[in-house]
């Protein structure tokens, strides 16, 4: 059974397989690193924990970032009325991505990071070594290259097409995410500029353009699911959007507290990063109420799950969890320990995680020829996989939080000479580590789960 | 939303309140690259501190450590180790990170391990006045105290 409004949207589909490799990949480091936490010498020769975590955070990115392209080869040819500019195109980066990706994570897990830093050549073009922008130099030319290529075939599609505000959004988020990217390669040897501007990827992404990816995708869905009038979700979408970047902009200035800048930083970003959680509110109201108000029952049941939880742990993770260390004067005593750590799994997961994994969800059935819709059977598996996930991701928060508060308590707030050290504060806070580390195993077998319904309706998609 | 507020009403707050603050943003990130030179002692940038950032990054510290606060959280911060462990002297402190990056890895059974980066004297030293370098960074106070 056919079942794509337009052939080309099938590049989607290995770009979200693939997307869902890097994800188990993510985990099983994930798994690792968190035993490290606890029995430090564990693999500490074959896998020592920055070359773990350097694999943990890439493959996070970098899956993300398929689930984004399968995600905009998808619902840009749909929202456009139009066939994608290049199948073909489409699918060579495709491989050249998977490979250049696929190349890296060896090149992490084969040999020291200094010898692939040599081997790359890195010393005539320095910039490896800082956090989430590991990858070698060549690498990041790769991604600059594919992501010209993505950008030239969405974009020719666009302009083909119905020019729909989804699709503008989702474009504009796109090119603002390879633009912000080309500050990896400014790397001075002054580490205060290095500082500043790495912010300038780090944060004008995830809190910043890619929300703008993550706004048309949830908006895309909720058309796709609900059957609400455009123009309302669209306004809603504009209205989310507005607040996300007058708020994100400015926001930047909370990683400016520590950073031999100017102090007006102190209160602009605290000003500025306070209203931060407001688009993420404004989009969990927009979901439930779109919801609500649906004019149809999709039969794609998981697929509205997905849409409502990512909106409900994108406001916990990036919006609750974000306010709570983002004024200045908590950040003094938060910067840099577990509270950081806390915020950054339940954001990521909630807010792109689960965006990338709804747009799975609603389109894998189609992409396989199965139909609108899995099977029941599937579909109960998907969820499932959903509530053990969420609940699981819920817990390791909850957990850090925990570490962290004490962490502050014992390491931060004591005066020199009264406060502890860092490694005997670890000591101190290892039980939080451990049931992180089981809630972490619960998140693993939530993510099999989940992969299994892709299992259940193997047979009706070969016959399709 | 009521019917008043139309979405070309909310497509130009968000054309025109992110155009807005993207300027000001520009604007305030250029003021403040004039403002650093005071504060971030960058006349102190030798030869041996600029070897020793590119150590830092080609052996991934920041893959453990923090350095003032960001990187990972499994091991101690290092923008005021300066301080904490060479007490704010430049030989005791070449001192110390020489030793103590010869007896990498403790093996202590259980405790984090720090790998062997098999680095030279040379090479440990230029990383001593980077992180030198980077304690005297003015960072408004932060650390709160000097265990990081």
């Known amino acids: ?41 564990f693999l500490a020769g074959a896998i020592p924990f920055n070359v773990a975590r350097m694999v943990h955070t890439n493959l996070l990115i970098v899956w993300l970032l398929f689930g984004f392209m399968g995600a905009a080869y998808y619902l840009i040819p749909e929202e456009a009325e139009t066939e994608l500019y290049s199948p073909k195109l489409a699918m060579i980066l495709f491989w050249v991505f ?26 005539y073009f320095p910039t490896m070594g800082r956090e989430f922008l590991e990858m070698p130099t060549i690498t990041k030319g790769g991604v600059v290259v594919v992501a010209l290529g ?42 205060a500029l290095d500082k500043l501007f790495w912010w300038w990827v780090v944060h004008l992404w995830v809190e910043g353009v890619w929300e703008l990816i993550m706004g048309a995708m949830l908006a895309f869905i909720l058309v796709k699911v609900t059957g609400v009038d455009r123009e309302v979700i669209e306004k809603w979408l504009y209205v989310i959007i507005a607040m996300a970047l007058i708020s994100g902009i400015l926001g930047t200035g909370h990683h400016f507290y520590w950073l031999s800048t100017p102090e007006y930083w102190q ?13 993420f509110f404004a989009m969990m109201l927009y979901a439930f109420n779109m919801v609500n108000r649906r004019r149809r029952e999709h039969p794609n049941k998981a697929a509205v799950l997905w849409a409502l939880g990512c ?9 609750v ?55 029941n059977k599937a579909q109960v598996l998907e969820m499932w996989g959903f509530w053990l996930m969420t609940v699981a991701m819920v817990f390791i928060t909850l957990f850090l939080t925990g570490a962290g508060i004490l962490q502050v308590w014992l390491q931060r707030l004591p005066e020199t000479g009264q406060a502890m050290s860092f490694m005997e504060t670890q000591d101190k806070v290892a039980i939080f580590y451990w049931m992180r580390e089981v809630s972490g195993v619960i998140f693993m077998i939530g993510l099999v789960v989940y992969l299994l319904n892709f299992c259940i309706d193997r047979k009706k998609a070969a016959s399709s | 939303m009521s019917e008043t507020f139309t979405k070309s009403m909310a497509r130009n707050i968000y054309y025109g309140g992110s155009l807005f603050f ?24 030798t030869p041996s501190v600029v070897r020793g950032k590119a150590l830092w990054e080609e052996n991934n510290c920041v893959g453990c450590h923090t350095l003032i606060g960001e990187g990972a959280y499994f091991a101690p911060e290092l923008g005021n180790v300066f301080y904490r462990r060479g007490g704010g002297d430049s030989a005791a402190f070449r001192g110390f990170l020489n030793g103590w990056m010869a007896a990498q890895p403790l093996n202590v059974p259980g405790r984090r391990q720090m790998p062997q980066f098999h680095l030279t004297e040379q090479q440990v030293n230029d990383l001593a006045d980077f992180l030198e370098w980077t304690a005297k960074i003015e960072v408004n106070q932060w650390p709160p105290n000097i265990e990081g």
């Not at chain 1, 998977?98 to 010393?123: K, R, W």
């Not at chain 1, 209160?267 to 688009?279: R, T």
């Not at chain 2, 300027?23 to 650093?36: N, P, V």
Request: aromatic fraction near 14%; avoid cysteine; glycine fraction near 10%.
């Open chain 1, 267 to 279: 209160w602009i970003g605290s000003i500025f990063s306070a209203i931060e959680p407001l688009p």
């Open chain 1, 321 to 375: 969890w974000g306010f709570l260390h983002t004024l200045s004067p908590v950040n003094y005593y938060t910067h840099g320990t577990q509270i950081t750590a806390a915020h950054g799994h339940m954001a990521f997961y909630g807010a792109y995680a689960m965006i990338v994994l709804t747009m799975i969800s609603y389109a894998m059935p189609k992409l396989r020829g199965i139909g609108e819709a899995s099977t």
């Open chain 1, 150 to 191: 993505f950008l030239f075939n969405v974009g020719m599609t666009i302009l083909r097409g119905r020019k729909t505000v989804i699709n503008l959004v989702m474009i504009t988020g796109l090119i603002g995410l390879a633009v912000f990217f080309l500050f990896s390669f400014y790397n001075p040897s002054n580490l």
């Open chain 2, 22 to 45: 993207l300027l000001i943003f520009l604007g305030l990130t250029m003021h403040t690259t004039r403002e650093m030179p005071k504060t971030d002692h960058r006349e102190n940038i």
């Open chain 1, 1 to 41: 059974m056919n079942t794509l409004k337009y052939q080309s949207q099938s590049v989607a589909k290995p770009y979200f397989t693939f997307a869902l490799i890097l994800f188990v990949g993510q985990i099983i480091f994930g798994l690792i690193m968190g035993l490290q936490y606890v029995v430090g010498d």
């Open chain 1, 98 to 123: 998977a490979a250049a990706g696929t190349l890296t994570v060896l090149g992490y897990l084969l040999v020291p990071y200094s010898t692939l830093a040599h081997i790359t050549g890195n010393e």
């Open chain 1, 311 to 319: 909106a409900v742990m994108a406001f916990l993770g990036a919006g």
